[in-house]
């Protein structure tokens, strides 16, 4: 069994900058990337950031290019994500996601991933 917990969550004022890791444990296991995706109070789940492991290729929602950073580990299966100018609609539940079987429904998608930590806090305050 594969385990992704994330850690670095808080309570930041607008403008401020967090950073999140994401670290797995359990079974070995070999992913074609990793990402991040984030939920806030009565919205869906969206896509943040991922990195795809072969390539190094990165990808970022419009909301947060040029104040994020996702960075990825494939030895370790690690993955983190630099959050930097965070605002108030940045606040949600921060959840890291692991994509072992390649099913090709891109990697800013939810249903390409396999593996899912529980989640970290951010919260913004204005």
């Known amino acids: 069994q594969v385990q992704l917990v994330e850690s670095g969550g808080g309570l930041v004022q607008a403008g401020d900058s967090l950073r999140l890791s994401c670290a797995a444990s359990?079974?070995?296991?070999?992913?074609?990337?990793m990402g991040w995706f984030r939920q806030a109070p009565g919205k869906e789940r969206e896509f943040v950031a991922a990195?795809?492991?072969?390539?190094?290729?990165?990808y970022y929602a419009d909301s947060v290019k040029g104040r994020f950073t996702i960075s990825g580990d494939n030895v370790k299966n690690t993955v983190a994500l630099q959050m930097n100018w965070l605002k108030p609609e940045d606040t949600a539940i921060y959840y890291c996601a692991a994509v072992v079987t390649w099913e090709s429904h891109g990697l800013g998608y939810a249903d390409e991933y396999d593996y899912w930590g529980q989640g970290t806090q951010v919260t913004v305050s204005s």
């Open positions: 359990g079974r070995a296991f070999s992913a074609y990337g």
């Open positions: 990195v795809a492991f072969t390539g190094g290729n990165t």
